[in-house]
């Protein structure tokens, strides 16, 4: 079984509604993925954090995607104003360092925006 | 932007038949490369791992890289239907670069 935990499982939202996701990295593991995988299993990556810091995120998480990792706290991925093109699956994977380590993923959340 | 190509798309093979899925990075700068098996409605999870020229063996499962090309493939033996996954391979030049994934193929071992 996953030890990263992500949650909820499935989200629902019409469009232009906020879409909030959580993720517990495995215990450990300080460096923290978002991947949006799409119906055709395209994966995009989206943002990750060490810690609570921000290491590489793309053009379009800065736009309408938030993300963060607080210290004591699950790490969260929000979309401001979710959009049709935003259904997906959202992974959430933890590893001990970033690219040269292999990554443990979660159950993910199955955004659909209606 | 790194691109991570994978063949074929889709591949059936019979119960106890081999399997070999191909992938090729397009950055030089690649060091690592996985193959991640998702099975429909799961999450991925690492299969194996390989850093180095030359070939992995775990059981049924055979991986090879050649670096002078940044081409892996992974080798299934005796195949069984519950390998009817999505294979991912991802590569990283390491460091802080995040894994980039391939499109995946997807396999089915028919009984």
């Known amino acids: 079984n996953s030890k990263v935990i992500q949650t909820p499982r499935y989200l629902v939202k019409g469009q232009g509604q906020k879409a909030k996701m959580r993720c517990i990295p495995e215990k450990g593991h300080p460096v923290v993925f978002w991947y949006q995988q799409n119906k055709n299993n395209e994966f995009k990556f989206l943002i990750n954090f060490q810690n609570q810091e921000v290491l590489q995120q793309i053009d379009m998480t800065e736009k309408r995607f938030s993300a963060e990792c607080p210290s004591n706290s699950p790490c969260s991925l929000e979309i401001q104003s979710s959009e049709a093109g935003d259904s997906a699956l959202y992974l959430c994977?933890?590893?001990?360092?970033?690219?040269?380590?292999?990554?443990?993923f979660g159950s993910g959340t199955r955004l659909t925006v209606l | 932007q790194q691109k991570v190509q994978q063949s074929p798309e889709s591949l059936i093979v019979p119960e106890g038949g081999m399997a070999s899925l191909n992938c090729t990075s397009s950055?030089?700068?690649?060091?690592y490369f996985w193959w991640y098996r998702q099975h429909s409605g799961k999450s991925p999870k690492m299969l194996m791992?390989?850093?180095?020229?030359g070939e992995k063996e775990e059981g049924r499962f055979t991986v090879h890289l050649n670096k002078a090309s940044l081409h892996t493939s992974l080798h299934i033996r005796d195949s069984q239907p519950s390998d009817s996954a999505l294979y991912l391979c991802?590569?990283?030049?390491?460091?802080?670069?995040?894994?980039?994934f391939g499109k995946g193929t997807s396999l089915v071992v028919h009984p």
């Open positions: 991802a590569a990283s030049p390491g460091g802080n670069y995040k894994p980039t």
């Open positions: 950055d030089r700068n690649v060091d």
């Open positions: 791992s390989i850093f180095s020229n």
């Open positions: 994977a933890s590893s001990l360092l970033g690219g040269a380590e292999t990554l443990y």
